[in-house]
């Protein structure tokens, strides 16, 4: 798909490139696509495991939202560092900015900070390393990502056996669900009722995704139409698990949440992901099996 003309900031609010080549890699890509491309990240200046001290990393996504040849501010990776400069940032500049924030893992935080700071939607989408600097990229991931920036609607389609048939609509919100819990009772997480929640990790044993959902439950947080869930992948069960799988902790979930929860939503930390407008107005719609997830009223490149 042809980006002409169109600005993209990379800014490394959570951790560094381990591999510059990759980097490299990843900013070319996007300049065959067309795109402009503004460095707001130097892979000289990490510092510890983050991309650049907590001050640069401020400073970078700041000038990247005030940059008028930018659109679109792509995260270079997630990780872990946003929350560090949660306090630090400008909010109202960055939700005012008019820019299209992307990204997903320690991203959501971003994500669910500028929603609660002036309601403004950004997208859970892929990030400079790995999806852009693969040696084989997503066609599937490349092209939603293209589509949905682009707006003004965007569907979703998807399926997984043993899913509710539903019909509903909602704000959506969520992304990386160590993150939303780690966010209750903080300002960066507006509570949100009668929406559609969308969650993934990767590395978490079901008993621990249990465990997260049942605080956003004790919360009052899962007041919703629908959660959906991503990819959860790379967890180990052993003998002590003694049959608790993701299975059975789905079923567990469904009976006790009273709220529908589905499945199969390719989203996460896989290679072939959608992208998800949080804060979006979207409809849901699942017939037990085939599911399409449509989101629209948010802003993008196309007005």
Not at 107 to 132: K, N, Q, R, Y
Not at 141 to 149: E, I
Not at 228 to 256: I, K, Q
Request: hydrophobic share 40%; net charge negative; glycine share 10%.
């Amino acid at each position: 798909m042809d980006m002409s003309n169109i600005g993209v900031a990379i800014a490394a609010p959570s951790g560094y490139a381990p591999d510059l080549s990759s980097y490299v890699r990843g900013i070319e890509r996007l300049r065959a696509a067309g795109c402009t491309v503004r460095e707001y990240y130097d892979p000289d200046k990490k510092h510890e495991r983050f991309g650049g001290t907590d001050e640069e990393r401020v400073r970078a996504l700041h000038k990247a939202a005030e940059d008028p040849d930018v659109q679109v501010i792509l995260a270079l990776r997630g990780g872990y560092g946003m929350s560090r400069i949660l306090p630090a940032l400008d909010m109202k500049l960055l939700a005012t900015s008019g820019k299209l924030f992307v990204g997903h893992s320690d991203f959501t935080a971003l994500h669910m900070a500028l929603l609660a700071e002036g309601g403004t939607p950004s997208f859970a989408g892929p990030m400079v390393c790995i999806d852009f600097s693969r040696d084989d990229p997503s066609d599937f991931t490349l092209d939603h990502f293209w589509r949905c920036v682009r707006g003004p609607s965007h569907t979703i389609a998807f399926e997984a056996e043993g899913n509710p048939e539903l019909d509903v609509s909602g704000a959506l919100w969520g992304g990386n669900l160590t993150m939303l819990t780690h966010l209750i009772g903080t300002p960066y997480l507006q509570r949100i009722n009668g929406g559609i929640l969308f969650i993934e990790d990767v590395n978490e044993h079901p008993y621990r995704i249990e465990r997260m959902l049942l605080q956003m439950q004790y919360a009052g947080l899962l007041d919703q139409k629908a959660v959906v869930f991503g990819d959860f992948s790379s967890y180990t069960l052993t003998e002590y698990d003694n049959g608790y799988t993701f299975a059975s902790m789905l079923a567990y979930l469904r009976a006790r949440l009273g709220v529908p929860v589905l499945t199969g939503l390719p989203f996460g930390h896989v290679r072939e992901k959608a992208t998800l407008v949080v804060g979006s107005q979207a409809r849901l719609r699942s017939d037990g099996r085939h599911c399409s997830l449509t989101m629209s009223a948010y802003p993008c490149l196309g007005g």
